[in-house]
């Protein structure tokens, strides 16, 4: 954690600008050293028999503790004269500048470079024109509290570096990864200020209450930020209207930056930050089928802003088949009933035409809801059956076959050619689908395959 750098500020009487500042702090301090030494020749000088010295019974600084680098110090005198003349004081420090050295009452403030743990004195001289007194005060400076946090582009996370940041008296410049810590404050309310040039300048009251407080710094600009437009459609354009779109931060998480596409598919965003950012789409329209709950699109964002298309994929149903209601779509060797495709041993049930799976497609799935009768409580097993997949060659691309225990049977079949071998991938391909019950029973001379439900499909 980086150490706030000093933010240079003195106020002597009146004077504020910089150079009569400096000007009239060496003009007082030189008159200040003359007068003590005028006071003390007259003292040497003039010292009268009876003359009472003055009494410096206390130095009270207000307040009573905590003294951070930079602190403003009251301090006053009590001083008594038994004799009653008037009095003149000077304060001087090695530690600090002292605003008004010549009252009784001032205020000393501390070096902002002062380390901590240290110690630093301030010494008083009264004189009463005959003799003179000097009382010395030490404290030790505090470490004080600390504040740090990040400088982001307003709504999100993603980092501003180069912003120079001021709290108090103090000020740092944020990282390359927006970070920034200052040290030394005091507990209260501060005035926390940031600033950078294409960048609208940040002011806030913060009060500072925790040895390592933490504050975000939202920045806005004009220059920096522009609107991202685009188009969220399907490759057939079919558009969806209220699917939500998201600027992510750079962890992932979701920015306060989004919009809403209308019923043509078009969105905007405002104030996306320049650069290579990340865009969450996701679907919260009930009754459609996306492929993911969310798709991430990445852009890269420039000082003219952009508008993209973006393409999402749907779920298409190629079969869809409850309780025979499509059976002029099979070849179909078996008998039916009540309604049910019921395979027999060694029969087959096929689609008569070839459909096509695009190369792009993902997350081919089968779904099936059957019934097989054929078991038995000797054996405990069922015959086997299949579903398999093949080309317009006739050849085999891959399927799932069952036996086992059990007679009602579902199942989810996936066809994903990342994870799968070569010979299984049907995505490019026209294809058929094909369900087949074989095997040898010893209970039941006719096992039969009852097919309640089938339907395939794709996401594209």
Known sequence: MGQGKAVEEEE?????????????????????????????????????????????????????????????????????????????????????????????????????????????SITLTVSDGFESVSRTRTIQVSEGLMMSGHTYFEGTTIPVPGVEVTIGKFSTVSDESGHYAVQYLKEGNTLVKASKAGFETYESVVYVDNP?????????????????????????????????????????????????????????????????????????????????????????????????????????????????????????DGVSSDGFYQIGRGQMMSLKEFISIPEDAEDVMLYLNSFVIGGCDMVGRLPSHRVWISNEDSEYLGGISWGGEGNNFSANLSWYPAETPTYLNIYGKFIKLHLELFGENTCVPNPLWRIYQIEFSYYF
């Open 12 to 120: 002597i009487n009146i004077f504020r600008l910089t150079g009569l500042y400096v000007l009239e702090s060496y003009i007082l301090k030189a008159r200040s050293v003359i007068w003590l030494i005028g006071m003390l020749w007259m003292a040497s000088c003039l010292k009268q028999p009876g003359n009472h010295v003055p009494e410096i019974e206390a130095l009270i600084m207000d307040p009573t503790g905590n003294y951070t680098p930079g602190s403003d110090i009251g301090i006053a005198a009590m001083v008594t004269d038994r004799d009653g003349d008037p009095l003149e004081y000077y304060w001087e420090s090695d530690g600090g500048l002292i605003h008004d050295p010549l009252q009784a009452t001032t205020v000393w403030e501390l070096y902002t470079k002062a380390e901590p743990y240290s110690y630093e």
């Open 212 to 332: 390592k407080s933490t504050y975000h710094i939202p920045l806005s600009s004009s220059t920096e930020t522009h609107l991202l437009t685009g188009l969220i459609k399907t490759v057939d354009d079919i558009t969806y209207g209220g699917l939500k779109v998201v600027l992510l931060n750079p962890d992932g998480s979701e920015s306060e930056l989004r919009g809403v596409t209308a019923e043509n598919g078009t969105f905007q965003i405002a104030t996306v930050p320049d650069g290579r950012r990340d865009i969450l789409i996701r679907n919260s329209t009930p009754g459609t089928h996306f492929l993911n709950d969310s798709v991430i699109f990445q852009i890269d964002q420039d000082d003219s802003g952009i508008s993209i298309d973006a393409r999402i994929k749907i779920k298409r149903t190629l079969i869809s088949d409850f309780y025979m209601s499509q059976i002029d779509q099979w070849e179909f």
